[in-house]
């Protein structure tokens, strides 16, 4: 399962994944990018919720960042490589 996930998430993860070269690593890095992730995965969650309430529609560009931020946080965590955790924290 996870190396079909991978297969489809490969245009994400090839962003972080293609750089060569040393880079530092903690595996506290991949804890926090996943706990933010699924923050910012729970605030456009909540956003949906108050702009389909109020009925604004500039309510969706909040939505839309947040969630393909908490989207990208949350696949490159839990797909992604030791190489691909350091370099979205730029820690080289």
């Known amino acids: 399962m996870k190396k079909m996930l991978t297969k489809l998430c490969s245009p994400i993860l090839g962003m972080f994944e293609s750089e060569e070269g040393e880079y530092d690593y903690k595996p506290s890095h991949r804890t926090i990018l996943i706990v933010l992730g699924g923050l910012c ?3 456009a969650s909540v956003s949906l919720i108050m702009t389909l309430k109020t009925g604004e ?3 969706f ?3 839309m960042l947040f969630f393909l931020t908490g989207l990208v ?3 490159v965590g839990w797909l992604g490589s030791d ?3 350091a ?3 730029k820690r080289r």
């Open 41 to 43: 995965l729970l605030i």
């Open 57 to 59: 529609v500039a309510g």
């Open 61 to 63: 560009i909040p939505i």
């Open 73 to 75: 946080c949350e696949v």
């Open 83 to 85: 190489r691909a955790v």
């Open 87 to 89: 370099r979205i924290w």
